[in-house]
């Protein structure tokens, strides 16, 4: 692992994850972000909080994008903290062709663009559309369903952070149950949001028979990489859906970003998979699994759960079942595959 | 090349000859025709170089349309009625963006209750949104105007709104002229888009605006308007020079000459008030004549205000209610009558499609003149059913469906014993 031109030997700060890459790793080995010739698609000097797990994604995602592209992207950007955080008027972080129309139309957008580069003949470029949870799995549902449906030539990521993150943290279809937000407040019998059916948008996804869906995390940044890569080699709709904890709206720690997203993987509340035409055919098993509670009790949004006179066991159990049923669908502490 | 044929054929058949890339649609009577039209010379590949993109809604196809035309590919796109209201959100943003879209609105009531049938509701939702609205007088001009519409939207980036009244004229089959590709080449020059999301030259298109700067932004909107109102007429004039015929411009006049009286209207009813200004001016010798005005938006003021200003009183036929205010496009009449101490009556007619006579008409223009009427004038409004259903109101203290209270009345079995369902 080490690089032939280097004799200083190598150093893993974080042993044990997949985040471990820096420059002194073999080059075959090194993540698109720390090659020197990286493209730095959103640079810094965006204004998104610290810790913000959003800016990390998009930036590992595009980069990768960017790369499998030979730098020929395009990306439509739904409204949200990503697009209000990297273009405050008269600056913008994006180094890269961009566009911003609306909070429900990304996807529509996209499919607009990738029309005319198809009429224009131009097989070189090609297009991603991005957006927070609540552009995809709420307002714009359904100008994704029907790129989807007509299988456009766009690689969508949806950037999830649980909640309407850049109106103030308010519920979304994506915010899990029990989960305080600013319009589902931790009072009343049933504090926090409420638990009910869920909207699994990756599943839907993959219902549609698109060519490629899959769920990946800040927390494993090769994992991402690798998935934007291989959705990138492929035509038509392809969907990647990425897990991105947001320090202001779960109320975890700035330096907390990657730890809380790789707790979310290894209960099994957040699993990793990829899928082509529909059927699954890829699940990033768990390596050290850990009960919810472990994940649950780094946030404040769901602090009123662990209240010291009266623990939330029955809320926390059913939120455990959530998990084990993840679990058991898709096999996560089975044999690693090779 | 004349032809007989349905005026939403010709649209589209107009539109094909511009050589749009992408088009975006979703159907809505009484636009179905013009897409429908559209989809089958992209699928027999006589309009070629053409993406026909088949979206799941109207703010869809309006979003599509904003990405191909933001990716540079000429766009275009038509709705009516529920579906330009669907993509409101998307009208003001495709004109903030300044993106030279073509979209033809067959224009339709909005409901409740639904109705398919013609007045100018639709547009007038859209009136503030930046677009430019330009009215088709008849089946001829609406084929001409989405011609000059495509030069007009790319020579200011600005996107336009070409309104064609659903029915009366989408529906109408009339003796058209159809021009020649070569004709439309000839005064069409390909899209070369202003701002165009390229990976040469990467551009950041949409940002987010502040107090500092947004109301230089929507100035400069305003300020786009403002030139149109030069380059609409000086189009127009190339478009005679090009196809041997007058289309276009800001406002049409029918024997305004010395007249004393002038009628403003927009869209097909000038039809009917030019045989009722025949009528007038033969039978009776009245001095009376008419201005259509095809742009709406931007609202030719000052020349509007110097073919009126001779005048003695000015009426204003209008299709649309502007509610709680009275009609919509009064106002506009009276702003460029400022100052002017002049009579001017409004009628509202035609609302979700009910016929405009010309006895009405005249009638209403009589009146008008002996100053003995209210404005806005309800034309042909059925005052007992009002006053029943007011009555109604008043004594079950409640409001309920109104419509079906109504056509409960009116139907054809006289007024139904109470309780029945339909
Ligand atoms: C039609 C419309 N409704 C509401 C809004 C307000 N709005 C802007 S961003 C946003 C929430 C964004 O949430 P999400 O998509 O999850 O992205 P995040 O900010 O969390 O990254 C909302 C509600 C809007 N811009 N447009
Ligand atoms: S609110 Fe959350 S998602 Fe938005 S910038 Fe801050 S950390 Fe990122």
Redesign the pocket.
């Known amino acids: 692992m080490t690089d032939a031109s280097s004799d200083q030997p190598v150093k893993f700060y974080q042993k044990g994850t997949y985040t471990v890459s820096n420059r002194l790793v073999d080059a075959r080995n090194r993540l698109v972000q720390s090659s020197m010739d990286r493209n730095n698609s959103l640079t810094c000097g965006h204004r998104a909080c610290q810790g913000c797990g959003?800016a990390l994604g998009a930036r590992y995602a595009v980069d990768a994008a960017m790369r499998a592209s030979n730098n020929q992207l395009i990306a439509v950007n739904?409204?949200?903290?990503?697009?209000?955080f990297t273009t405050p008027y008269p600056e913008t972080s994006w180094q890269i062709p961009w566009v911003h129309s609306?909070?429900?139309n990304a996807p529509a957008v996209a499919s607009g663009v990738a029309a005319a580069l198809r009429v224009k003949g131009d097989k070189r470029v090609r297009v991603i559309a991005q957006?927070?949870?609540?552009?995809?799995?709420?307002?714009?549902f359904g100008c994704l369903s029907g790129m989807f449906e007509r299988n456009d030539d766009v690689l969508y990521i949806c950037?999830?952070?649980?909640?309407?993150?850049?109106?103030g943290?308010?519920r979304?279809s994506?915010t899990p149950p029990a989960a305080r937000t600013a319009t589902t407040p931790a009072v009343g019998d049933e504090p926090g949001n409420v638990f009910g059916t869920g909207k699994n948008v990756p599943r839907i996804a993959m219902a549609h028979g698109i060519p490629y869906v899959a769920t990946a995390s800040v927390a494993n940044l090769k994992d991402l990489e690798y998935k934007v890569f291989k959705a990138m080699g492929i035509h038509g709709a392809r969907y990647i859906h990425i897990s991105?904890p947001?320090p202001l709206?779960w109320g975890s720690a700035p330096q907390d970003t990657v730890r809380v997203a790789r707790m979310a993987v290894e209960c099994g509340l957040y699993p990793l998979y990829e899928a082509e035409f529909g059927e699954v055919t890829n699940v990033h098993k768990i390596r050290r699994p850990v009960p919810v509670q472990e994940y649950l009790i780094l946030q404040k949004r769901f602090a009123h759960l662990f209240r010291k006179d009266k623990p939330d066991t029955k809320r926390i159990k059913a939120i455990q079942d959530m998990a084990d049923a993840n679990i058991k669908r898709f096999n996560l502490l089975g044999e690693a595959a090779s | 090349m004349l032809k007989q044929i349905e005026g939403s054929q010709a649209v589209a058949e107009a539109i094909a000859l511009c050589r749009p890339q992408v088009i975006c649609a979703y159907p809505i009577t009484p636009q179905t025709h013009i897409v429908e039209g559209l989809a089958a010379l992209v699928k027999a590949k006589q309009l070629q170089g053409c993406e026909f993109v088949n979206v799941e809604s109207e703010f869809a196809a309006l979003s599509g349309v904003i990405g191909s035309s933001a990716a540079g590919a000429r766009s275009y796109t038509a709705t009516s009625s529920q579906g330009l209201l669907f993509m409101a959100?998307a009208v003001y943003n495709a004109s903030g963006l300044g993106l030279p879209i073509v979209m033809t609105l067959g224009n339709r009531a909005i409901g409740a209750p639904i109705n398919i049938w013609n007045d100018h509701s639709d547009s007038m939702a859209m009136r503030d949104s930046g677009w430019i609205q330009i009215f088709a007088e008849t089946n001829q001009e609406a084929v001409d105007l989405h011609i000059l519409a495509f030069r007009l939207a790319e020579e200011l980036s600005c996107p336009v709104m070409v309104c064609v009244d659903g029915f009366i004229l989408t529906h109408a089959y009339e003796r058209i002229d159809i021009p020649t590709q070569e004709q439309v080449d000839a005064f069409l020059p390909p899209y070369e888009p202003v701002q165009v999301l390229d990976t040469k030259e990467p551009v950041s298109i949409g940002a987010m605006v502040g107090p500092d700067a947004f109301a230089e932004v929507r100035y400069l909107a305003h300020h786009k308007q403002m030139r149109a109102l030069e380059l609409i007429p000086a189009i127009g004039a190339d478009f005679e020079r090009h196809f041997g015929r007058k289309s276009g411009g800001l406002i049409h006049h029918y024997r305004t000459e010395g007249a004393e009286v002038v009628v403003v209207a927009l869209g097909s009813v000038n039809g009917t008030i030019k045989d009722v200004i025949d009528d007038m001016r033969t039978e009776e010798n009245i001095p009376i004549g008419s201005i259509s005005i095809c742009s709406f938006r931007p609202f030719p003021l000052a020349a509007l205000r110097e073919s009126l200003k001779d005048v003695k009183c000015v009426i204003v036929v209008e299709k649309s209610l502007d509610v709680g205010l009275g009609g919509a496009v009064d106002p506009n009449v009276r702003m460029a009558l400022r100052g002017l101490a002049k009579p001017l009556f409004t009628a509202i007619a035609g609302l979700g499609g009910r016929p405009i006579t010309k006895n009405s008409l005249r009638n209403f223009f009589k009146q008008a003149m002996k100053g003995e009427l209210d404005t806005p004038h309800f034309l042909d409004l059925d005052w007992a059913v009002v006053n029943r259903e007011l009555e109604r109101g008043r004594k079950t203290r409640r409001s309920g469906p109104i419509a079906e209270n109504i056509l409960r009345d009116i139907g054809p079995g006289g007024p139904l014993a109470g309780g029945e369902s339909s």
């Open positions: 959003e739904a409204t949200g903290c990503l697009e209000v609306l909070f429900g957006g927070g949870d609540g552009g995809t799995t709420d307002i714009g950037y999830d952070n649980q909640a309407y993150m850049n109106t943290v308010q979304s994506a991105v947001c709206g | 959100e």
